[in-house]
């Protein structure tokens, strides 16, 4: 199937500092990435979507200029947490779509492992 | 306000059985509809994914689709300890964002 990853898995800083998480798809190209963020017992949200090489779109709510999304290349997202506080402590899931199609359907999209962000 | 509705459970079913998962959407218009397994602390995996009416079929997963009921559901047959997870119901409209249930919590019993 495939394959998208996340990096770090898991991050603790303190707080004010700027945490950078990427994602990739590894066997695929991604034209679209999209970042949802989950909090204990409760469904992923979204948070934004990225279209390779134009600004990402963010979903009503979600500060731009706190979450800085990037999506340089068809298979590397990265989602930069700036001045972090610890109510933004928690997972954070990329998912990718094959803009290609070739597995059978434009339609799916892929999750990453996520990354569990703790900030002090 | 496009909505996916799930019944939060927990959903406990023997080791062996049927698991019946449940999902119910609100626009007519919705074309695409998936579900994924959760497991505590990870992130979803893709399981199945329904286009049209009818049923699909993948191992031990059957997914069924009724539009005019607005109406998806998942069946886990032959049911193991390790197919306890949170399932998620997500569908997609046009070429928009996926939007997800809130998830039914199944726990198989040995």
């Known amino acids: 199937g495939a394959v998208v990853s996340q990096h770090p898995s898991r991050v603790i800083c303190k707080s004010g500092t700027s945490v950078k998480i990427e994602c990739r798809s590894l066997?695929?190209?991604?034209?679209?990435m999209f970042w949802y963020r989950q909090f204990p017992k409760k469904s992923l949200m979204l948070m934004a979507t990225?279209?390779?090489?134009?600004?990402?779109?963010?979903e009503q709510g979600v500060e731009k200029d706190k979450f800085l999304i990037n999506h340089a290349s068809l298979t590397l997202s990265t989602l930069t947490v700036t001045s972090a506080h610890p109510e933004d402590s928690s997972f954070y899931i990329c998912?990718?779509?094959?803009?290609?199609?070739?597995?059978?359907?434009?339609?799916?999209?892929?999750f990453g492992p996520g990354t569990r962000l703790t900030v002090l | 306000q496009k909505e996916v509705e799930q019944n939060s459970g927990p959903l406990s079913v023997p080791e062996g059985a049927i698991a019946s998962l449940n999902c119910t959407y609100s626009d007519r218009g919705s074309q695409s509809f998936f579900w994924y397994r959760q497991y505590s602390g990870k992130s979803p995996e893709l399981i199945m994914s329904i286009y049209s009416n009818g049923d699909k079929e993948d191992g031990r997963f059957t997914a069924q689709l009724n539009k005019a009921s607005q109406y998806v559901s998942l069946l886990i047959r032959d049911s193991q300890p390790s197919d306890s997870a949170t399932y998620l119901c997500a569908v997609k409209w046009g070429n928009e964002k996926l939007t997800f249930g809130t998830g039914t919590r199944l726990t198989i019993i040995p």
């Open positions: 998912s990718a779509r094959d803009g290609t199609g070739w597995r059978g359907s434009y339609n799916e999209q892929f």
């Open positions: 990225s279209n390779e090489g134009s600004k990402a779109t963010y």
């Open positions: 066997d695929f190209q991604a034209t679209t």
